[in-house]
């Protein structure tokens, strides 16, 4: 959400429930230099935008800045000193600008704003990257694999490694997703799949929204989930991918608990798995890869350690 002064005030635009899907018919059909547009709705205010043409490059800057706190938009900047890039960011300047004069005048938008809602009146750019095609987990680890979650990145990240990504009716990526459908298709899942991995989006909506009791919440949905996988016959390993404390409400570098469990692990004397206490295990200070080395090697799938 912009003001008139194209000060963002909110990168959320309150959180849209459904009116994402509706909202992005809006911007399809642009052209820009010769360039074809296409912007495809995800989850609450997310989307994905893809630029499809010639002389394009991913080496340019962010639009968004981020912030939790009222900025300009950004204007998109190559970083490299290469004709493409130049190009490029010009497009998604003209983009994000082109997007503020229709998304300010949508219907939609118009109604939340009446209802005292934020409308979500332009989009704000991050991450350019290019599609490039990558080895799938099947064909690299050698186990299947299958993918429970709610929010379309997390889907889409799997089903780019070659996993399987049912339709889990309930699981919605916000605070009021269906826990127990989402154990239920993991259980269901695990009957099928040697590798599956649940996905749990709340906790962090929640954080960044400096929404204690939306968090308490999800932390309660977790405790649930874990109970019931916790009785099938598989290892259960619990951690993520950062930390978003409440105190700063975004990201941190703060490290993540991890917990494997199952028959054969080893056990130590933690009780309690939070940042601190979990700190005392004997796992260590595992990196992202290393944890990953160790699912795989626990699954009998990896190389030989040493001669």
């Keep these: 959400t912009v003001d008139k002064n194209l000060q963002v ?18 911007l399809q059909g642009m052209r820009v230099e010769g360039v074809e547009v296409i912007f495809l709705p995800s989850t609450e205010h997310r989307g994905t935008l893809v630029l499809r043409g010639n002389g394009l490059s991913p080496a340019i800057s ?21 004709e493409e890039a130049k190009r490029t960011a010009r497009i998604v300047n003209k983009v994000v600008k082109e997007s503020k004069a229709i998304l300010s005048s949508h219907p939609l938008n118009k109604k939340r704003e009446e209802e ?35 929010s ?4 889409g990240v799997a089903k780019y490694v070659g996993m399987e990504v049912p339709h889990v009716e309930g699981a919605t990526g916000r605070l009021d ?14 009957r099928k799949f040697d590798f599956v991995f649940v996905h749990v989006k709340g906790a962090d909506n929640a954080s960044h929204d ?16 874990a109970e019931i996988l916790s009785k099938e016959d598989a290892y259960l390993i619990i951690t993520a991918d950062h930390s978003t404390p409440l105190s700063i409400r975004r990201h941190s570098s703060d490290p993540v608990p991890v917990l494997i469990y199952g028959d054969g692990t080893r056990r130590d ?5 939070d940042e601190v206490s979990v700190s005392l295990g004997c796992l260590g200070h595992l990196t992202g890869i290393e944890l990953n080395r160790t699912i795989v090697d626990l699954m009998g799938c990896g190389h030989m350690v040493g001669s």
Aim: aromatic content about 6%; overall charge negative; some cysteine.
């Design 9 to 26: 005030i909110d990168r959320r635009a309150g959180r849209l429930k459904d009116e994402g899907a509706e909202l992005a018919k809006s």
């Design 62 to 82: 962010d639009t968004d800045s981020h912030s939790s706190e009222p900025f300009p938009v950004m204007e998109s900047k190559p970083e490299e000193n290469t």
């Design 116 to 150: 005292g809602k934020l409308p979500a009146n332009i989009i704000l750019t991050r991450g350019a990257g290019i599609y490039e095609k990558v080895e799938s987990l099947e064909d690299r680890y050698g186990f299947s694999s299958c993918c429970i979650a709610g």
């Design 152 to 155: 379309a990145l997390y889907k």
């Design 177 to 190: 997703t269906d826990i127990e459908a989402k154990a239920e298709a993991a259980r269901e899942a695990l």
């Design 210 to 225: 400096g929404n204690l009791e939306g968090k308490l919440l999800m932390v309660e949905k977790v405790n649930r989930l």
């Design 269 to 273: 004397k933690v009780q309690s798995f």
